[in-house]
């Protein structure tokens, strides 16, 4: 799975966009006339929306047929191009960005995704369900957003189980915090539930988009598994593959990707992720391998030939597109949608206007950092919603919605009576900056510090047990 800011290709000429987008109205006006399937039309003028935005950031005005843009014809270096008074969010699988200081809009995310909203009384099901207090993920809104969880707990409450499948997209042999969110969430779920759980390494993603060797996003993959298995997973319950492993070695499992590729043409993939001409192949066919595991006969030494248990995803938002074809998808090889929970965006060090990356080491608190990188990167870096001064800082408040050490403090401090003191501190002026700073430091360097004793007691022969194909403990 993708989770850091990815590559971009080559910067593009105005006149080079403005002959793609004449290609791509083409193709769309033939593909309505020729009444080609609504899917494809509507990937189809994604793709031209996309590339319309692109051309007037690189040109500096709309794309007019017949027009085109002059050789002196270059926007302004102002950043992200605006879409009116109104900007939209970049989210997708390999960017995430806002000119918002607070984040993402994250119901607006809802509504541009066609989502549904993790309510009150949705949270109050699962713990009906679940027989304890939900996690605190799930109360405060990190996890915000699903589809189809409803539908999981109703066939759950009928004694029909479901499996749980995440990813790692490995590419650096240290993970940051921020990577920890869907693993911490993930753990709690198969641990409430009881539920078997297949975690996937997107090793090869990390091959075709990066410029790395293949043994390299190999090793990074064995790495990242130990950082994972330092999480707490039980190992009768868990299988950790890689593709670049697995792929290979289970004929049921590429079948799946086979069958999906199938169904899926190259306008969709073109329209639902961006690609271009330019784009290797591999980066095309790539979303299928990232679909085959919401199957369960992918997983024959796990689930036999079942080929009706259901899938939950606990994600970020920003890997939604795959799962979106992997839905439409579904019905058409005869198996169940796969359901997701989304979780926001871990912030960077820097702000919330992006999301932390593991390729900038000052946006990142990484799980190899020491007590003291830990204080210093927090004290130097961590974008402040405080005041200038201290006269005005105890006079007006900081604002907590925008300052990054409360936003980081909202996942990891787990006792809300005392996020809510601190929040109500720091935005009376009560509380200052440095204070502030100072609790997510003695937060996060004990959490950070057992997670490095737990990854010392991971050995190879603990990885190979968690990455062979196998039997998991676990009766359908």
Request: proline share 5%; net charge negative; with cysteine.
């Amino acid at each position: 799975m993708t989770d850091c800011l990815g590559d971009g290709e080559g910067a593009k000429t105005p006149m080079e966009l403005y002959e793609e987008l004449t290609a791509q109205g083409d193709q769309v006006r033939a593909l309505k006339t020729a009444k080609a399937e609504k899917t494809e039309i509507e990937a189809a003028v994604q793709l031209l929306i996309k590339l319309k935005v692109d051309y007037k950031q690189v040109a500096g005005q709309d794309y007019k047929a017949g027009c085109p843009p002059s050789e002196n014809s270059v926007a302004p270096d102002n950043g992200p191009a605006a879409s009116g008074g109104d900007d939209e969010d970049t989210v997708d699988p390999w960017n995430v960005s806002t000119t918002n200081a607070k984040g993402v809009d994250y119901d607006k995310l809802i509504v541009r995704f066609g989502s549904s909203k993790i309510d009150k009384e949705l949270v109050d099901r699962i713990e009906k369900v679940a027989g304890q207090r939900p996690h605190h993920f799930l109360r405060r809104g990190i996890f915000f957003s699903h589809r189809d969880m409803h539908q999981v707990l109703d066939a759950y409450e009928k004694q029909k189980s479901f499996y749980l499948y995440t990813g790692r997209g490995p590419s650096s042999e240290s993970m940051h915090v921020g990577h920890l969110i869907p693993f911490i969430f993930t753990k709690w779920l198969q641990d409430v539930f009881d539920i078997p759980l297949v975690i996937q390494l997107t090793d090869d993603e990390k091959y075709l988009w990066k410029d790395l060797t293949l043994e390299d996003c190999h090793h990074f993959a064995v790495e990242n598994a130990k950082d994972i298995i330092a999480c707490g997973f039980d190992v009768n319950k868990t299988f950790i593959f890689s593709d670049l492993d697995y792929m290979g070695a289970s004929p049921e499992f590429y079948r799946n990707v086979v069958k999906i590729q199938k169904h899926v043409t190259f306008n969709q993939v073109k329209g639902i992720f961006g690609f271009t001409d330019s784009d290797c192949i591999g980066k095309i066919s790539f979303p299928a391998i990232q679909a085959a595991p919401s199957f369960s006969n992918s997983f024959p030494q796990i689930f036999g030939s079942r080929k009706d248990i259901q899938c939950l995803i606990p994600c970020a938002i920003d890997q939604d597109p795959y799962f979106r074809m992997t839905r439409d998808v579904a019905p058409r090889i005869g198996y169940p949608k796969p359901a997701l929970l989304h979780s926001t965006f871990f912030p960077a060090l820097q702000g919330a206007q992006t999301k932390m990356s593991a390729s900038d080491a000052n946006s990142s608190i990484f799980l190899t950092d020491t007590p003291k990188q830990i204080k210093n990167k927090i004290n130097k870096h961590a974008f402040s919603g405080g005041k200038d001064t201290v006269e005005e800082h105890r006079q007006d408040g900081g604002n907590p919605d925008v300052d990054v050490s409360f936003m980081y403090l909202t996942f990891f401090l787990e006792d809300d009576e005392q996020l809510e003191k601190i929040r109500q501190d720091y935005a009376s002026g009560a509380l200052l900056t440095g204070e502030l700073k100072k609790i997510l430091i003695e937060t996060l360097q004990p959490m950070i510090a057992q997670h490095q004793e737990r990854r010392k007691q991971v050995t190879d022969e603990t990885v190979k047990q968690f990455m062979t194909p196998r039997r998991l403990n676990f009766h359908f």
